[in-house]
């Protein structure tokens, strides 16, 4: 069964350095998604984007963060100077561009960011 | 913010129904229910989702009442491995990239 692809499982950074977090998406799959939860609360919507730009984003999704396609098969997410507050699971997700009952997101099983 | 009420936690007995309640009171006619489930910190994992009729899968079934107010998240028969957090979510779903709300959802024990 297709599955979206997350790397590196942990990554561990110090307060300040840039990190980007890996996914790959669903081959087929035209949305893409992060998402972000921090240990114990809510899984919290970051930013969606289709047809290489952003479509969507929330408040957390400030200038510190970016994301990109570089290729036809990766998508990622950048923070440029990461703060202690970053630190949380990162949740890639994809879906198929349906309109109606059928536009299901898929999630990754995430990256833990870790800032030190 | 969620749209969603759901109670914190149940327990079910392994082998038994798990009945997972949601209030969803202001849903508009254009939105969906969906259910998600999160073992441990994996990613969630979509269950189903339905609009208006009841729905079923190899996973669950969703039961959704006549004025969409509410819905139960059925697991048939519970295994320990079903132990997780069940996120009932409503969404539009006219739109490709619409974000899914997550609220607190439901830890779900599935005891032996």
């Known amino acids: 069964e297709p599955e979206v692809t997350q790397t590196p499982s942990h990554q561990v950074t110090q307060m300040g350095q840039e990190v980007i977090l890996r996914c790959v998406p669903i081959s087929n799959h035209l949305y893409f998604y992060w998402y972000r939860q921090i240990l114990g609360q809510k899984v919290e919507f970051l930013v969606s984007f289709y047809n290489n730009e952003i479509s969507e984003k929330s408040e957390i999704f400030d200038d510190q963060f970016s994301v990109e396609r570089p290729d036809g098969s990766n998508f990622t997410l950048k923070i440029r100077s990461t703060k202690l507050e970053d630190s949380a699971m990162y949740f890639c997700?994809?879906?198929?561009?349906?309109?109606?009952?059928?536009?299901?997101?898929?999630f990754g099983a995430g990256t833990r960011l870790s800032v030190l | 913010d969620a749209k969603t009420t759901q109670p914190p936690s149940m327990d079910c007995a392994e082998g038994r129904a798990a009945n997972l309640p949601c209030n969803h009171s202001t849903i508009s006619g254009n939105e969906y229910v969906y259910w998600y489930r999160q073992i441990h910190s994996q990613g969630p994992q979509y269950i189903i989702h339905?609009?208006?009729n009841n729905e079923t899968n190899e996973m669950a079934s969703l039961i959704i009442t006549e004025d969409r107010k509410s819905s139960t998240l059925i697991l048939p028969h519970a295994t320990l491995r079903d132990t997780a957090v069940y996120y009932c979510i409503v969404r539009v779903t006219n739109s490709g990239n619409t974000p899914l709300v997550f609220g607190k959802g439901t830890r779900l024990s599935v005891i032996a």
């Open positions: 997700a994809s879906s198929l561009r349906t309109t109606g009952a059928k536009n299901i997101q898929y």
């Open positions: 339905g609009l208006k």
